[in-house]
């Protein structure tokens, strides 16, 4: 029963950390405009929460460069599982049209595994909220598959 | 005896981009603020010498996402004035709706994030949604919401059909008219005015001394505008820069909230005054020499240099942006200030952190 | 402000349902990027044109590879095609859980490949 | 200790003992008296302190005028001892916490001159004094004869000076001498008390004026300088600064003088007169003078970083609050006032007692420096943690005596906001401390301390006391407190272990047990398991391998030091001080004004 | 009986707060134009931080994060027992308290500014509730909820002034603008999260049900204003909440200090002024 409870409410509320490693901005206004009246991805129950600690979903926007890297990785760290890494816009997927300079170490799944990625420069709101959208049915995936984590959780 | 040092940044819900502010507080009184930057350094200034430089333009239009069209526009004056390429007259009209489109995007987008920063949610989520109706008329004019990139070297990729203007008119009616909605609150309301008035003032002196930049700049009483230059079809525009005194972040606000109406006019008239003819011409040939060409941001006075050998490689770019010009303001005005102050004041220069790093 | 958000109450919810039901994009707006393989040349300008660089052709193996996660949408191969057999579609790309490439072979059918990071 | 416990049961009693009758008793008392008076003169003139001198002098004068001119040479009819419940409590705390205390003190005065690099151990002097302190206490709280009472409240003003400038230090001389003053001060206050009391009643003996006293308008002027005698030791406001300065001396001085008996004394004077102003303008001062002590001290215990200094601040707060119960006069609030007596003096004897055993680990008084103590000497972390939770948290005795405080103060409008305000302060500095005394880095574990028993022994014991004590409150008011108010209806009922009156009740004993309940059901659920992940802390993703350090510009591994809030912009020091004590001097002086 | 009352509310409590919350959000959504989450989001939010990975920062957080809960919980038991207000405040002190050590606990600056300032709005309210309290024993001579029940005409009659006082702590306690400052339910803050950033997992799901007790008991103080009728204590808990909403829609956040300077001001002179007139025998 509680089991059921978790897993049903776990892709009813994804919070939202967002983190721009080295993005033009393009990204980041597009996730933020997610939230604002137009879009309104609060109606999935995101919250952008800020705070690793608290969020299920990382989003991650821009090139990886060679100081942010460690950052992206602690944040991943610090973020408890089950978790979702959604790599948002041309940059965060391949380092896009900066690929080859001198400082881009390259796209996110370059340093933590990503989950989804979202393609576009930059990706448009419809396109973030697919992206979170197919987070969430891999995270029901996830729990058909029933890792032992969730089970331990539930009992 | 009772210090605290708050790590600020990279990652922090209130900052939009990655900077660190080593701040050291006292019963949450900032006595010390140190920045930190790199996190956003990407080295595309050097990227210049992989892409040629038509391919450059899509590279400069993503130095910063939110004032793209303006970055694109300057790089392409510069290479112009290398190549002594004479933009169509309707061209240079398109660049200035564009530009000035992007100017109202980034105003509006300041003001939310400016809003969220005192907790002041509900006008973020106002001011977003007008600005959607902005993007909106980006994407139908140009085929992309942030990143138009309608600029080519020689003139505009895209024209606007004069139902297409008839329908921005309309649109920026409504903008305009929501805009005077959230005024009062904007200026008058009391919890507002308790945030950010008398917040980071910097006097005229200062402000000209620490090299600010932009709106920072004119809010000091400074009326300094790059558009005063008259680049492209300015100088057929009746246009004076927006000039406040009070020099605190109140003031700051109160610049781009008024300098927003200002573009809507802006636009307008570019609309209105719009000769028919070709929006761009064909360019052959390489550039040579070197030049140094000045545009107004929305953050303020942004400075391309451009060297080129007649290869089509640049030989040199370096871009020198408003926020740049802003941290040492923003060094200044953060000590003395409360923690609660910090989103606020930091928030004041509009910085564009990738602007900055590159 | 009281006046404002008591307007936004009584005008109802300003949200576009996305998911459920999807605007149509404007007119001429750069989404997906295509390629109608029939009528290309493989002629090779939008690659070599391409600022980002994401697009391969191959006159000996007849296919022209695109890697739509670096894509960065600007157009510029679209403008550039002398047959006009690039384009971009209106609605963006969708989301995936795999990066991939897409390789069109003149006389296969479309197939998904794996892009190498750094070309 | 033994003897005290006997004394239980006998309570009332009143006894003459042959010994008080004889005149060559009172006599040796009137000379000890003086000597008394010459010896704190002596002091005064050796220290060129011509206040002390001053005021010692001024006592002589007016001790020869009470003896030679009004008595005539002779001496009043002597009235010997009396004990009822309010002297037995205060006797078994003096003698219990005492005792626990001299326990601790022998460690600690080892380590203390260990410290000192002393040549010759200076230990006699200072055990020689704390048993006199003791002897003299006991006695003050039992006779019941004025001048009797006066000639301890004299010695225990001298033990105090004297243990003050143990450490014969410049400042503990400072200090020392500051005490003496405004504790003459107060002896001057009540020997003029006495003598208008007798050329009134003709009397001295404590129990018939009480109760003679009421109705007599022309009392209340003695009786008022009895109760600012009693302000004084007390260290009330504007006198807090004496037992500021008492924190110099060495830490079981401050625990047994300065926070759980002698500061008493005054406070023990006031009940015990209490009854005698009753419902007067006099009580309503007293009461609104506390109220203002209990605000302003925890106020200006909120700007401190010093933890004796919170400490002192604290107890001058606490002393208010009984003493402006004592003002608030029902029944009610007298009860409150004993229990927060008696649970105050246990806690604060534990706290200061801690803090000892810390500042002697450590080497500093600085709360910023114990953060993180868990880490340090986690069993004596523990135990001032909960003797602070003690001091703060309901069920325990403290919280109870406030809240009889406020149900009994509800009926007077200015006493009511300050002991609001003022109890929302005290949360603030004691709820902070704890926080950071059990914070450590994350993953909890801790150096083991070592501490010798004699110290251990008297921490535990008294916070098992402080627990106990507080479980019991309802059965310590039925079996002692109630008692003495035999003949009128009892403030509150007690009803399986349920205080209740017409205006509330306060579930002792039932709360109790959910809070041992949640305690040990919390204890067991928050065991981390073995799946559990530990994490450093958020530091907007920069924090370095250290715990609570960060990497910060041009990648400098940097420590992000914390702090806690002291607000000096509304509760420093300097900016409260001079404003609170004239108000507090203000409000005395209405005090008095009001009695005439 | 009343121990009856208590377990159905200490049972219900939580599922009255969660619609509670959850309607909040919704019409918070619709004053800013959006649409907003479903009506038991709330619920989502803590089932899904329950199924969490545990992970904690330090060892004692989750046994502060227990207790915190434990006392909301006794406090609302002990309000439907109709047992004494003060003490149902001091109970409901316990749990703030620990709260706050909790956040203590952990060496990051942003938990620990956001405790002290958690300390300073406990300052800022505690009084004024205390306040509150005297003035409804002023009036019905008793500090027990029955007594208030007993009155034959509402306290809010006779009480406006300590109510629009009131109406501060319940801002204060409700984290809404503009005294959402120790912690912000949306974390746009420059405490990340004040007060609850190290709080994760399990014991933040702990922390959330525990404020929802707290919201009920606040709640449930406030209905004490309008006890004659059910319909009038429904109306008036209605409009109570739609106000705070609308407060925290006008209004930006504040800085502690002039929250602690302009409440206390303003809060003290209000309740002193509705005293006094209770006590120059004022009645209506």
């Known amino acids: 029963m509680l089991k059921k409870i978790i897993e049903h409410s776990q892709v009813k509320s994804p919070w939202l950390v967002h983190y721009d490693c080295g993005s033009c901005n393009g990204c980041d206004i597009e996730t933020l405009a997610c939230l604002t009246p137009l879009y309104d991805v609060e109606r999935f129950g995101v919250l952008n929460i800020g705070n690793p600690k608290h969020a299920d979903v990382l989003i991650v926007t821009g090139t990886v460069n060679k100081r942010n890297k460690k950052v992206l990785k602690q944040i991943y760290d610090q973020m408890p599982s089950p978790k979702i890494i959604i790599a948002i816009g041309a940059c965060g997927l391949s380092g896009g049209i900066f690929r080859e300079a001198y400082n881009v170490v390259g796209g996110v799944d370059k340093v933590i595994p990503v989950d989804v990625y979202v393609p576009g420069c930059p990706a448009k709101p419809e396109a973030i909220i697919d992206g979170v959208v197919e987070g969430l049915a891999k995270l029901k995936e996830l729990q058909q598959a029933s890792t032992p984590d969730t089970d331990a959780i539930a009992s | 005896m009772s210090k605290t040092i708050v790590p600020f940044g990279p990652q922090h819900p209130v900052l939009p981009e990655p900077i660190h502010l080593s701040l050291t507080v006292e019963d949450e009184i900032v006595k010390e603020a140190v920045p930190a930057f790199g996190y956003v350094h990407r080295g595309l200034e050097k990227l210049a010498e992989k892409r040629d430089f038509h391919q450059m333009i899509q590279v400069v239009e993503r130095v910063c996402g939110i004032c793209s069209m303006i970055h694109a526009m300057c790089y392409c004056q510069g290479l112009e004035t290398l190549m002594n390429v004479d933009v169509p007259r309707r061209g240079q009209f398109l660049r200035v709706i564009w530009s000035e489109l992007h100017r109202i995007h980034s105003h509006l987008l300041w003001l939310g994030l400016y809003a969220d920063a005192f907790g002041f949610e509900s006008v973020f989520m106002q001011f977003w949604k007008i600005r959607e109706r902005i993007m909106d008329i980006n994407e139908a004019t140009a085929g992309n919401r942030v990143i138009v990139s309608v600029n080519q070297v020689g003139g505009v990729r895209r024209d606007l059909s004069p139902s297409k203007c008839e329908w921005i008119l309309a649109e920026l009616a409504h903008v305009e008219q929501e805009m005077k909605d959230l005024e009062s609150t904007m200026l008058n309301n009391y919890t507002v005015k308790k945030r950010t008035v008398g917040k980071g003032v910097l006097t005229q002196e200062a402000a000209y001394e620490l090299g600010a930049a932009g709106p920072t700049l004119r809010a000091s009483g400074i009326a300094q505008d790059m558009r005063q230059l008259a680049y492209e079809a300015f100088d057929e525009l009746d246009f004076a820069p927006v000039v406040e005194t009070g020099g605190d972040a109140y003031a700051r606000g109160v610049v781009r909230f008024r300098e927003t109406f200002q573009s809507i006019d802006l636009v307008r008239q570019a609309i209105a005054r719009m000769p028919q003819g070709d929006t761009f011409v064909k360019v052959k040939g390489k550039p040579e020499g070197e030049v140094v060409q000045r545009v107004e941001q929305p953050r303020g006075e942004c400075l391309y240099y451009i060297k080129a050998n007649k290869t089509k490689f640049l030989d040199r770019l370096r871009i020198r942006t408003p926020t740049f010009a802003n941290i040492p303001p923003l060094a200044a005005m953060l000590p003395g200030m409360e923690l609660a102050d910090v989103p606020v004041l930091i928030l004041s220069i509009d910085p564009c952190i990738s602007c900055t790093e590159r | 402000m009281i006046k404002n958000i008591f307007r936004n109450f009584v005008s109802g919810s300003a949200t576009r349902p996305y998911p459920i039901e999807v605007r149509p994009g404007f007119k001429d707006a750069r989404g997906e990027l295509a390629n109608k393989i029939g009528e290309c040349t493989l002629c090779g300008i939008c690659a070599r044109k391409c600022p980002s660089q994401c697009i391969t052709v191959s006159r000996k193996d007849q296919y022209w590879e695109v890697d739509p996660f670096s894509c960065v949408y600007c157009g510029i191969c679209v403008e550039a095609c002398p047959q006009n057999c690039l384009l971009h579609y209106a609605e963006h790309r969708k989301p995936a859980r795999k990066k991939s490439g897409l390789l069109l072979n003149k006389n296969e059918s479309p197939k998904l490949t794996v892009v190498s990071e750094n070309r | ?596 | 009986m009343t121990l009856v009352y208590a377990t159905l509310g200490v049972i219900f409590a939580p599922f009255a707060g969660i619609l509670i919350a959850g309607l909040d959000r919704i019409l918070t959504a619709r004053f800013q134009s959006r649409t907003g989450p479903p009506l038991l989001q709330p619920l989502y939010d803590i089932g899904k931080l329950w199924g969490k990975e545990p992970m904690i920062a330090h060892r004692f957080q989750p046994l502060c994060a227990y207790i915190y809960l434990a006392a909301a919980m006794v406090s609302v038991g002990l309000f439907f027992a109709q047992s004494d207000l003060l003490l149902i405040f001091f109970v409901q002190a316990v749990g703030a308290v620990f709260l706050v050590i909790g956040a203590f606990l952990v060496p990051s600056p942003f938990s620990q500014a956001g405790a002290n300032r958690e300390l300073i709005q406990i300052l800022t309210y505690e009084p004024l509730i205390i306040i509150v309290l005297a003035g409804i024993h002023l009036y019905t001579g008793s500090f027990k909820i029955s007594a208030i029940y007993a009155m034959d005409k509402p306290l809010l009659l006779n009480l406006p002034l300590l109510f629009i006082v009131f109406g501060y702590a319940l801002t204060i306690k409700l984290r809404k603008s503009p005294f959402d400052i120790s912690a912000s339910h949306h974390a746009h803050q420059e405490l990340v999260r004040g007060v609850l950033t190290e709080y994760s997992g399990r014991t933040l799901a702990i922390v959330e049900i525990a404020h929802l007790y707290e919201t009920i008991l606040i709640l449930g103080l406030c209905s004490l204003f309008w006890t004659t009728s059910v319909l009038g204590m429904v109306v008036l808990l209605a409009l109570t909440y739609l106000a705070e909403i609308v407060v925290d829609n006008i209004s930006a956040r504040m800085s502690f200090r002039w929250m602690l300077k302009s409440v206390w001001s303003t809060g003290l002179v209000l309740s002193a002024i509705n005293l006094i007139w209770l006590y120059s025998g004022g009645r209506i």
């Open chain 4, 1 to 596: 200790m033994a003897g005290s416990v006997l004394l239980i049961g006998t309570a009332p009693a009143s006894s003459a003992p042959a010994l008080f009758a004889s005149s060559a008793f009172t006599t040796s008392i009137q000379v000890a008296d003086f000597a008394l008076l010459g010896l704190i003169l002596f002091f005064g003139i050796k220290f060129k302190n011509w206040i002390i001198a001053g005021l010692s002098l001024a006592q002589i004068a007016l001790l020869a005028f009470f003896e030679f001119v009004v008595l005539k040479g002779g001496h009043a009819e002597p009235a010997g001892l009396f004990c009822d419940n309010l002297s037995l409590i205060m006797v078994l705390i003096i003698s219990i916490a005492g005792s626990l205390i001299v326990f601790y003190a022998l460690p600690y005065m080892e380590h203390h001159e260990h410290h000192l690099k002393l040549k010759t151990s200076r230990q006699p002097r200072f055990f020689a004094l704390l048993f006199l302190f003791i002897g003299a206490m006991n006695a003050l709280v039992l006779v019941n004869d004025l001048m009797l009472f006066y000639f301890c409240f004299e010695i225990t003003t001298l033990c105090s000076f004297l243990l003050i400038g143990h450490d014969k230090t410049r400042e503990a001389r400072q200090n020392a001498l500051t005490a003496l003053w405004i504790n003459s001060l107060g002896g001057l206050a009540l020997l003029l008390g006495i003598v208008l009391i007798y050329t009134q009643l003709h009397t001295l003996d404590i129990q018939v004026v009480i109760s003679q006293a009421k109705g007599l308008d022309a009392l209340l002027i003695p009786l008022g300088l009895l109760c600012v005698a009693g302000f004084t030791k007390a260290a009330q406001m504007p006198f807090q600064k004496w037992l500021l300065g008492a924190m110099v001396a060495p830490t079981p001085t401050s625990a047994l003088l300065h926070s759980s008996t002698m500061v008493k004394a005054g406070v023990y004077l006031v009940i015990r007169f209490a009854p005698a102003f009753e419902g007067t303008p006099l009580s309503a001062g007293v009461a609104v003078c506390g109220a203002f002590t209990f605000l302003s001290a925890a106020a200006l215990a909120i700007g401190q970083s010093n933890g004796k200094k919170v400490l002192a601040y604290s107890t001058v707060s606490n002393l208010g609050l009984i003493l402006a119960c004592a003002g608030i006069n029902t029944h009610a609030a007298i009860t409150a006032a004993i229990l927060l007596v008696i649970f105050h003096a246990i806690s604060k004897a534990l706290l200061f007692l801690c803090m000892g055993s810390i500042e002697q680990h450590i080497g500093s008084r600085d709360i910023e420096d114990m953060r993180g103590l868990f880490g340090e000497m986690p069993k004596t972390a523990l135990i001032i943690t909960l003797g602070i939770l003690t001091m703060i948290l309901p069920p325990f005795g403290m919280l109870l005596g406030k809240w009889m405080a406020i149900e009994s103060a509800a009926g007077n409008l200015f006493t009511l906001l300050m002991l609001a305000m003022g109890s929302a302060l005290t949360v603030v500095y004691w709820a902070r401390w704890a926080g950071i005394l059990m914070g450590s880095d994350f993953k909890g574990d801790s150096r083991p301390e070592h501490l010798p028993g004699l110290a251990r022994l008297p921490l535990v014991s008294l916070l098992v006391s402080a627990v106990v004590l507080s479980m019991s409150a309802p059965f310590i008011y039925a079996k002692m407190i109630l008692t003495d108010f035999s003949g009128t209806t009892a403030a509150f009922s007690v009803s399986n272990g349920v205080m209740a009156n017409a205006s509330g009740s306060f579930a002792v004993i039932p709360l109790f047990l959910i809070a041992i309940g949640v305690f040990l059901f919390a204890l067991a659920k928050s065991k981390p398991g073995r799946r559990t992940r530990l994490s450093g802390p958020y530091m907007s993703g920069i924090s370095g391998q250290e715990n609570g350090t960060y990497i910060g510009p041009m990648n400098k591994i940097m420590g992000s030091a914390q702090s806690n809030y002291y607000l000096s912009g509304f509760f420093g020091e300097k900016k409260l001080s001079g404003i609170v004590n004239a108000t507090a001097g203000i409000l005395i002086l209405i005090m008095i004004g009001a009695s005439i």
